[in-house]
């Protein structure tokens, strides 16, 4: 690797990390590109060379934290919880910004009503709702095949009800800008998740007596 080449990673690498402190600090919207430019000692053109706009900046830090993610989730798709909505639960959790999601700052970004919204947001929200659909489809192709939910079930429509229960929430979580907290959102979530999934177990997972086997309440 030549000189040229170190020193252009050595500057990307510096905006990133000037960036990424100060979306967190002061919030995505609140930070302009001057700013970031000044704090990385860069021209802002140098930025839109590299990343194309604060979009691209925000992309390329969210990248490695979607790899993430999708690993998480494999974990749960091929050692899922026996009941279903616990198994669903927990890849709700897996294909979330932990850390991120206590302090919003970060995922303001990622507000579809906000006017800063460009098309590198926009590419990112497509990936990662391609990606939690799948996600979810390999989690309820599990659970079929193993008998927890019903066999004559579209996985289609299921995939489409729980993704956008999902991606309903957590929208609702971020435009609330810290208003409504993290186990508020989740607490509804969950609860409204188990109410999806009552009609959708198996009949193999009811008990003798009649009484549908209900799934537990997950640690909060």
């Known amino acids: 690797m030549g000189l040229r080449t170190k020193m252009k990673d050595r500057r990307r690498a510096k905006i990133l990390g000037v960036a990424e402190r100060l979306f967190r600090e002061n919030g995505y919207a609140k ?3 001057s700013e970031i430019a000044d704090a990385a000692e860069v021209s802002i053109g140098t930025i839109y060379t590299y990343f194309g706009s604060k979009g691209g900046i925000i992309r390329e830090l969210a990248e ?3 790899v993430e993610l999708s690993a998480r989730a494999d974990e749960v798709i091929q050692r899922p919880p026996a009941d279903p909505v616990e198994a669903m639960i927990a890849l709700f959790q897996a294909l979330r910004f932990t850390k991120d999601w206590q302090t919003p700052n970060l995922v303001l970004a990622f507000d579809r009503a906000q006017a800063e919204s460009d098309r590198y ?3 990112m929200l497509s ?9 979810i489809r390999s989690l309820l192709d599990v659970l079929k095949y193993r008998g927890s939910i019903r066999k004559d079930l579209n996985l289609d429509d299921v995939t489409f009800v729980l993704e956008n229960l999902m991606a309903t ?3 609702y979580y971020v435009q609330n800008k810290g208003r409504v907290s993290l186990t508020q959102m989740e607490t509804v979530m969950y609860r409204r998740a188990r109410l999806l999934f009552e009609p959708w177990y198996s009949p193999s997972a009811i008990p003798e007596k009649g009484k549908r086997v209900g799934p537990k309440r997950p640690k909060m």
């Open 31 to 33: 930070t302009s590109l």
């Open 64 to 66: 490695p934290l979607v």
């Open 121 to 123: 947001i926009e590419l």
């Open 127 to 135: 990936e990662a709702q391609t990606l939690t659909i799948r996600k």
């Open 169 to 171: 929430h957590l929208e």
